[in-house]
C-alpha cells in the first residue's frame, strides 16, 4: 500500500519568514503533485513534478522533488498571509494497474500571522 | 478549463437511504476518483476508473460502489447511507498519459447522513 507522509500537519509562521513543508512517500514514483486548498474550497493544482529533481516556482512557493529519497518539499519564501492555506502533496506509482491512482498526505495546514 | 462537475453541494440523507453522487467533467478525460476528505485523515481514495466501465477501488471501498458508463460521467452509490458516511465528498479526473497530468476536482459534495 502506497503511503504519503507529510509533516508537518499543522504550521503557524510569522509574515516575512520561510519555511519547508516535508512529503515522503513510500513507495517508486516520479509524478508527485502539489494542491492548495482553501476553507470550504476545492483542491487547486500547483505543481506538478515529473522527474528526479525537478525543481518548479510561482511566486513565494517552490518545489522540488528527490525520486531516490522519495521525497518531496514545498519552499515558503517570504510567507504573506495570502498563503494560508491547506497543502496536499500527492503520489501516483511509477508503474502498473496502480499508476492510475492518486495518493494523498493528510495535507499541511499552513497559517500565516501578521 | 477543466470542469468537474458534482451534482449537489450539500446533500442531507436517512440511514439506510441510497445515494447518488453524480460527477461529469468535459475534458475527455480517462482517470476519474471518487475521494472522501475528513478532518485529520486528509483524502482518501474510494474508487477510480480509468476508462468505460471500469472500476478500481481505492483505499477505502467498503459500503461504496461506482459506475461509469459514460467516459464523461463517474457515479459513486452508497448503497445503505450510514452516518459513518458523512463526509465531504471530492471527485477529479485526470489524463492517464505517461509523464502525468495534475488531477482536477469538483466543488465537493457534503453529504449528512442522519
Known amino acids: 500500500e502506497l503511503k504519503v507522509e507529510q509533516n508537518p500537519l499543522f504550521l503557524s509562521m510569522q509574515e516575512g519568514k520561510n519555511y519547508t513543508i516535508y512529503c515522503n512517500y513510500s513507495?517508486?514514483?516520479?509524478?508527485l503533485y502539489w494542491y492548495r486548498q482553501d476553507p470550504g474550497k476545492s483542491l487547486e493544482s500547483l505543481f506538478v513534478?515529473?522527474?528526479?529533481?525537478a525543481v518548479k516556482q510561482e511566486g513565494r512557493l517552490m518545489a522540488s522533488l528527490d525520486t531516490k529519497a522519495r521525497l518531496s518539499t514545498l519552499h515558503i519564501t517570504a510567507a504573506v498571509h495570502d498563503l494560508s492555506a491547506t497543502y496536499f502533496c500527492?503520489?501516483?506509482?511509477?508503474?502498473?494497474?496502480?499508476?492510475?491512482?492518486?495518493?494523498f498526505g493528510k495535507g499541511t495546514k499552513l497559517s500565516v500571522i501578521p | 478549463d477543466v470542469k468537474v462537475t458534482q451534482s449537489s453541494r450539500y446533500l442531507v440523507k436517512r440511514t439506510g437511504e441510497k445515494v447518488f453522487l453524480e460527477c461529469v467533467q468535459d475534458?475527455?478525460?480517462?482517470?476519474m476518483f471518487w475521494y472522501r476528505q475528513d478532518p485529520g485523515l486528509g483524502l482518501r481514495l474510494i474508487y477510480f476508473?480509468?476508462?468505460?466501465?471500469?472500476?478500481e477501488k481505492g483505499d477505502i471501498p467498503e459500503g461504496y460502489s461506482v459506475s461509469r458508463e459514460k467516459k464523461e460521467r463517474f457515479s459513486l452509490i452508497l448503497e445503505s447511507a450510514s452516518t459513518n458516511q458523512t463526509s465531504m465528498y471530492l471527485c477529479?479526473?485526470?489524463?492517464?498519459?505517461?509523464?502525468?497530468?495534475?488531477?482536477?476536482f469538483g466543488q465537493g459534495t457534503r453529504l449528512t447522513v442522519v
Open positions: 477529479a479526473s485526470s489524463l492517464i498519459r505517461q509523464g502525468g497530468t495534475e488531477a482536477f
Open positions: 513507495t517508486t514514483s516520479d509524478r
Open positions: 513534478l515529473l522527474s528526479n529533481g
Open positions: 500527492a503520489v501516483t506509482p511509477f508503474q502498473g494497474a496502480g499508476s492510475y491512482q492518486l495518493t
Open positions: 475534458m475527455d478525460h480517462e482517470n
Open positions: 476508473s480509468y476508462d468505460v466501465k471500469m472500476k
